[in-house]
């Protein structure tokens, strides 16, 4: 019987009309057959049925997914190291392949066909968004401390088992094939968000490694304007669970952040304007709602301080007002609200003010500490030191720029507290004269906020220039500017594909055999005569015009009168694009009734 907690790391893929074969390198390993017809999976004692045939190298399955013409299996065809987390190699998925069951398609209709063309592009859209990381050797889903308090059964279970099923992107994929021992190694856990590995900053004579692993929660997962606050569960939008990993000679250090929406039931539904309406959703229970998610997040990490950077007026404020007033009704010692107005506060370019948020905190940080562990000299055995005993829980409006802002901070005192603690700082120093430390503890967090901010909102984050510099540029307020036009555009236009695609990977669209035949095509809505006609008549307008101030007439005397014709036309599109926004966005397929949540 195959171990439970091995993972193969190279794979040998041979393909015939009836058959997938899949070899491990493994000395003695069986072969996995994959029959094409009947879908069974089988294993075998190698009797040469791959010699004959050409061979592919593949780095590991990512899952089984049926769609209309049947199951596709989903490989890992590249890989790139990111770098050694604890010892144990951590690799990100460079390039995927989708190998389908079905030799033909000649089942599918013409209207079937052109759905399935659209599956499989979306399940390519959301597994080339940077970044899927996974690792043979080490669970990736589970903090350090978690795995620290792991039982001996726990540790003995394969790791798709025990992997945490909020942050395994790939668990939908991986149902039907649990349960079968001699698959456990071909299960491979994948992980959404970002993981950068530091290794070697010098810090008073020693190595110090610097680690940054964010985890996406697959609960209430999507884009910016698609998934905002709570679902009836109590999951909230764009969780993510940042760990922070330091390791000095035999002693790790680790603390945990999370940010996650607003947990109310609120929307913002995208209609062409720069600013969407914020609202509350009528007729919902958010009380209910709200308690599941603080219950479970007391469950996992025992205290909450919750730090509240949205706008205190304005839009904003509704919302702010109803979580205030939430935590409020709990009466809980377990759970703090800290609340900061980011941008009335840092208004003018008076950054320095983000120091009075810190230091209202600290009192909440030196009581929840961090984790801390120390290896045996043979580093066989591990003492575990302390328990982180809370968390901060940051969130804004998006979870993405002003939150990754104040958490590098939090991160950065956490982090001095912990070379103060080995002894690797004076109580009295700071990291500026250890700038090896300094920059890559700066870099890690900028490529955090973009990369996190890639993936939910479609663009890389904004104010990352202080975030690098430590200071705010004129030229980081510039391409803040670029950031948030790219973001105005995916998110009226692109997201409904983004989201429609990530619902497909999580399995919360199961794909019906009887789609477009016994059951209506979700691709098949029609659109409307404006949809179709004013974008034309708007293109239309702004090339006439564009043209007629270009390339004036010679005889001028109506050149006046036919720019500001085309002006008008112009104008009039827009209004009316604007007043029907809604019609003209790229609205999810699949899942339509998610956007709210309830």
């Given at each position: 019987?195959?171990?439970?907690?091995?993972?193969?790391?190279?794979?040998?893929?041979?393909?015939?009309?009836?058959?997938?074969?899949?070899?491990?390198?493994?000395?003695?390993?069986?072969?996995?057959?994959?029959?094409?017809?009947?879908?069974?999976?089988?294993?075998?004692?190698?009797?040469?049925?791959?010699?004959?045939?050409?061979?592919?190298?593949?780095?590991?399955?990512?899952?089984?997914?049926?769609?209309?013409?049947?199951?596709?299996?989903?490989?890992?065809?590249?890989?790139?190291?990111?770098?050694?987390?604890?010892?144990?190699?951590?690799?990100?998925?460079?390039?995927?392949?989708?190998?389908?069951?079905?030799?033909?398609?000649?089942?599918?209709?013409?209207?079937?066909?052109?759905?399935?063309?659209?599956?499989?592009?979306?399940?390519?859209?959301?597994?080339?968004?940077?970044?899927?990381?996974?690792?043979?050797?080490?669970?990736?889903?589970?903090?350090?401390?978690?795995?620290?308090?792991?039982?001996?059964?726990?540790?003995?279970?394969?790791?798709?088992?025990?992997?945490?099923?909020?942050?395994?992107?790939?668990?939908?994929?991986?149902?039907?094939?649990?349960?079968?021992?001699?698959?456990?190694?071909?299960?491979?856990?994948?992980?959404?968000?970002?993981?950068?590995?530091?290794?070697?900053?010098?810090?008073?004579?020693?190595?110090?490694?610097?680690?940054?692993?964010?985890?996406?929660?697959?609960?209430?997962?999507?884009?910016?304007?698609?998934?905002?606050?709570?679902?009836?569960?109590?999951?909230?939008?764009?969780?993510?669970?940042?760990?922070?990993?330091?390791?000095?000679?035999?002693?790790?250090?680790?603390?945990?952040?999370?940010?996650?929406?607003?947990?109310?039931?609120?929307?913002?539904?995208?209609?062409?304007?720069?600013?969407?309406?914020?609202?509350?959703?009528?007729?919902?229970?958010?009380?209910?709602?709200?308690?599941?998610?603080?219950?479970?997040?007391?469950?996992?990490?025992?205290?909450?301080?919750?730090?509240?950077?949205?706008?205190?007026?304005?839009?904003?404020?509704?919302?702010?007002?109803?979580?205030?007033?939430?935590?409020?009704?709990?009466?809980?010692?377990?759970?703090?609200?800290?609340?900061?107005?980011?941008?009335?506060?840092?208004?003018?370019?008076?950054?320095?003010?983000?120091?009075?948020?810190?230091?209202?905190?600290?009192?909440?940080?030196?009581?929840?500490?961090?984790?801390?562990?120390?290896?045996?000299?043979?580093?066989?055995?591990?003492?575990?030191?302390?328990?982180?005993?809370?968390?901060?829980?940051?969130?804004?409006?998006?979870?993405?720029?002003?939150?990754?802002?104040?958490?590098?901070?939090?991160?950065?005192?956490?982090?001095?507290?912990?070379?103060?603690?080995?002894?690797?700082?004076?109580?009295?120093?700071?990291?500026?004269?250890?700038?090896?430390?300094?920059?890559?503890?700066?870099?890690?967090?900028?490529?955090?906020?973009?990369?996190?901010?890639?993936?939910?909102?479609?663009?890389?984050?904004?104010?990352?220039?202080?975030t690098r510099t430590g200071k705010r540029t004129k030229q980081g307020m510039l391409q803040d500017g670029v950031n948030s036009a790219m973001r105005y555009y995916k998110n009226n236009f692109a997201d409904g594909l983004r989201q429609d695609s990530i619902d497909l990977l999580l399995g919360n669209?199961?794909?019906?055999?009887?789609?477009?035949?016994?059951?209506?095509?979700?691709?098949?809505?029609?659109?409307?005569?404006?949809?179709?006609?004013?974008?034309?008549?708007?293109?239309?307008?702004?090339?006439?015009?564009?043209?007629?101030?270009?390339?004036?007439?010679?005889?001028?005397?109506?050149?006046?009168?036919?720019?500001?014709?085309?002006?008008?036309?112009?104008?009039?599109?827009?209004?009316?694009?604007?007043?029907?926004?809604?019609?003209?966005?790229?609205?999810?397929?699949?899942?339509?009734?998610?956007?709210?949540?309830?």
């Amino acid at each position: 019987m195959a171990a439970r907690n091995i993972l193969y790391d190279a794979i040998a893929l041979a393909r015939t009309d009836d058959f997938y074969y899949l070899r491990p390198n493994q000395r003695g390993a069986k072969i996995l057959c994959v029959d094409r017809s009947s879908h069974r999976i089988s294993h075998e004692v190698d009797k040469g049925q791959m010699d004959a045939l050409p061979l592919e190298s593949i780095c590991g399955i990512v899952g089984i997914i049926n769609l209309l013409a049947g199951p596709y299996m989903v490989v890992i065809t590249r890989r790139r190291e990111v770098g050694m987390l604890l010892g144990q190699r951590v690799w990100r998925i460079e390039e995927i392949d989708v190998l389908p069951y079905a030799r033909k398609l000649n089942h599918l209709g013409q209207h079937q066909l052109g759905d399935e063309q659209y599956f499989l592009l979306m399940l390519r859209t959301v597994l080339q968004t940077p970044y899927f990381y996974f690792s043979y050797t080490t669970d990736l889903t589970h903090t350090q401390q978690r795995i620290a308090a792991f039982t001996t059964a726990e540790l003995s279970q394969s790791f798709a088992a025990r992997a945490d099923p909020r942050f395994a992107w790939n668990r939908a994929l991986q149902t039907d094939l649990f349960g079968n021992d001699e698959l456990a190694p071909y299960l491979l856990p994948i992980v959404h968000g970002f993981i950068s590995i530091q290794a070697g900053c010098a810090v008073s004579g020693h190595n110090v490694d610097y680690a940054l692993v964010s985890r996406r929660a697959v609960t209430r997962a999507g884009t910016r304007f698609f998934r905002r606050g709570i679902d009836l569960n109590g999951f909230v939008a764009n969780f993510v669970e940042t760990e922070q990993i330091v390791v000095v000679d035999r002693v790790t250090g680790c603390h945990v952040q999370t940010r996650g929406s607003i947990p109310v039931f609120w929307e913002q539904i995208p209609n062409l304007k720069y600013a969407p309406t914020i609202r509350l959703v009528p007729g919902t229970d958010h009380t209910s709602a709200f308690r599941r998610h603080i219950d479970e997040q007391l469950r996992l990490y025992q205290r909450i301080v919750a730090v509240d950077l949205i706008n205190q007026q304005g839009r904003e404020k509704v919302i702010g007002d109803a979580f205030a007033e939430l935590i409020g009704e709990l009466h809980s010692p377990q759970v703090k609200y800290v609340s900061f107005d980011f941008h009335h506060e840092c208004a003018k370019m008076r950054w320095d003010r983000l120091d009075t948020l810190l230091a209202r905190l600290d009192a909440d940080q030196q009581e929840q500490g961090y984790f801390l562990a120390q290896k045996s000299p043979h580093g066989q055995n591990e003492a575990i030191l302390q328990f982180q005993t809370g968390v901060f829980r940051v969130n804004c409006i998006d979870c993405l720029d002003r939150t990754n802002v104040v958490q590098s901070m939090i991160a950065r005192k956490t982090l001095i507290a912990m070379l103060r603690r080995l002894s690797l700082l004076s109580p009295t120093e700071n990291l500026e004269r250890h700038p090896s430390l300094e920059l890559a503890l700066r870099a890690v967090w900028t490529d955090n906020a973009n990369t996190l901010s890639i993936q939910y909102s479609g663009t890389e984050a904004l104010k990352t220039d202080f975030t690098r510099t430590g200071k705010r540029t004129k030229q980081g307020m510039l391409q803040d500017g670029v950031n948030s036009a790219m973001r105005y555009y995916k998110n009226n236009f692109a997201d409904g594909l983004r989201q429609d695609s990530i619902d497909l990977l999580l399995g919360n669209y199961p794909v019906s055999p009887g789609l477009g035949v016994t059951q209506p095509s979700p691709f098949t809505t029609a659109a409307s005569r404006r949809v179709l006609v004013i974008p034309l008549v708007l293109a239309l307008a702004l090339i006439m015009l564009t043209a007629s101030l270009l390339f004036p007439p010679p005889d001028g005397r109506f050149h006046f009168a036919y720019v500001m014709f085309w002006l008008v036309a112009t104008i009039v599109c827009v209004q009316v694009m604007v007043y029907f926004g809604k019609e003209f966005v790229d609205m999810p397929r699949l899942c339509p009734g998610s956007v709210r949540g309830c």
